[in-house]
């Protein structure tokens, strides 16, 4: 089976920042999009980003310009590099990715099970 797990959450003061990693292990023919989403306290979670195949990413307008996505195909990882961090970014950081099984036509969702980033003021 596949496994998703992130890493790099913690506390940090606002203005800092984080390096969050997303490593997929497992039987992978290969991996489509992957993406970070995040769930505070009393709400949905959202998407933060996520990042095609080929390197193109996307991000949700309040972390755009601070927020950057990134992959290493070759090691299966995903990571968002977190700057000027705002205590409204405190929440569970999730890792999804679209993974490709060997003998698969199409590909199936996968979760991490998250990373706690905490901003104070």
């Known amino acids: 089976q596949v496994q998703l797990v992130e890493s790099g959450g913690g506390l940090v003061q606002a203005g800092g920042s984080l390096r969050l990693s997303c490593a997929a292990s497992?039987?992978?023919?290969?991996?489509?999009?992957m993406g970070w989403y995040r769930q505070a306290p009393g709400k949905q979670r959202e998407l933060v980003a996520d990042?095609?195949?080929?390197?193109?990413?996307n991000y949700v307008e309040s972390v755009k310009g601070r927020f950057t996505i990134s992959r290493d195909n070759a090691k299966n990882t995903a990571y968002l590099q977190m700057n000027s961090l705002k205590p409204e970014d405190t929440a569970v950081y999730y890792c999804?990715?679209?993974?490709?099984?060997?003998?698969?036509?199409?590909?199936?969702?996968?979760w991490g099970k998250g990373t706690l980033v905490t901003v104070s003021s």
């Open positions: 990042i095609s195949s080929g390197g193109r990413g």
């Open positions: 999804r990715a679209d993974v490709v099984l060997p003998g698969a036509y199409y590909g199936m969702d996968y």
């Open positions: 497992g039987s992978i023919f290969s991996i489509n999009a």
